[in-house]
């Protein structure tokens, strides 16, 4: 760019100024009238926009192109580059007619039926959303790596198990590190071995072919068929039959077991009970969930399950697993709390299944498979 685009005269006020918010603005006053005057050259807009960027960046001002579209940004650059010198009288035309549109402007909205989705991202729920999305044909547009990074660890370990090992290297790479620890936290042990080796192949992968990956996940989330429940049926049966009393959790398991045997071994792997104790909890947590529960509460669900075949297990594993004094303590406790009624129990049992379940859910333990 010549030194006729930058230069100014000592008598001619500079194009550029702060605004009350420290933006950097044109001053109308640097374009003096020209109602007689007209450019020497015509320009197009794109030229004209080319200026009034060079002009800005040389004044110093901060702003962003990268949300126009990849092809105006690309275009925009070869206009700059295109040009080579204009005169003073063009270059203060250019500012003023710059100027006075930005003053004719009473308000800013969103380009276009994409652009307005991407403003309501976040108010509107994400069925709606969805749904939106799918009616006009607008999926994923600019950088889709925002919403991925959004998804809960559980989501992406799901969707990270669906792709290659190399595309998974890609997607645990570009993950916040505490999230992509998180996912691989809940990954089969060979793939999460597999994928993190993949994940020293990924130094020469080209940023074209993450932004093509990051796309394909965030278009199949947008179009992703809508469910009316976000968990599976096998999840919320379970969740019920877990604070269900045992004579209608066995009865509920051997009805299911008539009618569809495969779905019924599906929901016993899902309940978890006062009885899966030993076999789901790791000993470390005990203390926790001692903590978590009303002492009162958790005295007569131990005396509860003493008194039940299926259950004493459960009791004896709790106060093997703390420490000597608070288990002394409950036993005296447990022995002046004397028997309780089978309903009572019954509940104070299902209290320490639901706080279980609670501390679960918020990532305070990790319920074992039971296999381990």
Avoid: C
């Avoid at 009350?20 to 015509?42: D, I, K």
């Amino acid at each position: 760019m010549s030194q006729a685009l930058v230069s100014s005269s000592s008598n001619s006020p500079k194009p550029t100024g702060m605004d009350t918010q420290g933006r950097a603005t044109l001053n109308p006053a640097a374009a003096p009238a020209l109602a007689t005057m007209r450019p020497r050259r015509a320009l197009t807009r794109r030229q004209k926009a080319a200026i009034i960027v060079r002009l800005l960046l040389k004044e110093g001002a901060q702003f962003s192109l990268d949300e126009l579209p990849e092809t105006m940004q690309v275009e925009l650059t070869h206009e700059m580059g295109a040009l080579r010198s204009i005169d003073r009288e063009t270059l203060q035309s250019v500012v003023r007619e710059f100027v006075a549109e930005v003053k004719d402007v009473g308000a800013a909205f969103p380009g276009g039926l994409e652009g307005a989705l991407a403003m309501l991202n976040g108010a509107l729920s994400p069925d709606s959303l969805r749904r939106l999305r799918l009616q006009t044909g607008v999926v994923v547009h600019g950088d889709p790596w925002g919403m991925i990074e959004g998804l809960d660890p559980a989501a992406l370990a799901d969707i990270i198990g669906r792709e290659s090992v190399e595309t998974a290297a890609v997607i645990l790479s570009k993950l916040p590190v505490q999230k992509s620890a998180a996912v691989l936290g809940r990954l089969p042990g060979d793939m999460a071995r597999r994928i993190t080796y993949a994940v020293s192949t990924t130094g020469a992968v080209d940023p074209e072919t993450v932004r093509t990956i990051g796309h394909a996940i965030a278009t199949q989330l947008a179009t992703a068929e809508m469910k009316a429940f976000e968990e599976e049926p096998v999840s919320r049966v379970g969740a019920m039959l877990n604070l269900s009393d045992a004579e209608t959790r066995d009865g509920v398991l051997d009805g299911l077991t008539e009618q569809d045997e495969g779905f019924a071994t599906a929901v016993r792997k899902a309940i978890f009970t006062f009885a899966n104790i030993p076999e789901r909890i790791d000993a470390r947590d005990i203390p926790k969930i001692a903590r978590a529960v009303d002492q009162g509460v958790l005295v007569t669900a131990l005396v509860a399950a003493e008194a039940s075949e299926a259950d004493a297990p459960g009791a004896a594993y709790i106060l093997e697993n703390m420490s000597k004094r608070l288990a002394a303590q409950l036993r005296e406790d447990m022995q002046d709390r004397g028997k309780v009624k089978a309903r009572e129990g019954e509940e104070a049992l299902n209290t320490v299944v639901a706080a279980i379940r609670d501390m679960e859910q918020a990532g305070e333990l990790t319920l074992l498979t039971g296999e381990d």
